[in-house]
Nanobody, 115 residues
Framework: QVQLVESGGGLVQPGGSLRLSCAAS????????MAWYRQAPGKQRELVAH???????DYADSVKGRFTISRDNAKNTVYLQMNSLKPEDTAVYSC?????????WGQGTQVTVSS
């Protein structure tokens, strides 16, 4: 069983930056995909970005050019660098990991973009 713990959320002004971290209790080397999702109040959860074991990445159109996902297998950690943040980026951000037969979720971290 792998546990995922997110950190790095908080309150930031529009135009600012945050870096989220997702630390896994076990090796992420075997994870086929790791991803960040977000859910804003009253809205459905949406996929923000994902990264495969081979390092391929993809992003939601709303964050392309502003967010960057990366993984450090040696540290069992996945990151989400968020730049040029907008009020509409406000949400709970959750980390997700998928192995061949298992899925894992973190508890989420709040990101609030407001002046």
């Amino acid at each position: 069983q792998v546990q995922l713990v997110e950190s790095g959320g908080g309150l930031v002004q529009p135009g600012g930056s945050l870096r989220l971290s997702c630390a896994a209790s076990g090796s992420i080397f075997s994870m086929n995909v790791m991803a960040w999702y977000r859910q804003a109040p009253g809205k459905q959860r949406e996929l923000v970005a994902h990264i495969t074991s081979g390092g391929s990445t993809d992003y939601a159109d709303s964050v392309k050019g502003r967010f960057t996902i990366s993984r450090d297998n040696a540290k069992n950690t996945v990151y989400l660098q968020m730049n040029s943040l907008k009020p509409e980026d406000t949400a709970v951000y959750s980390c997700y990991a998928r192995q061949t037969f298992s899925n894992y979720w973190g508890q989420g971290t709040q990101v609030t973009v407001s002046s």
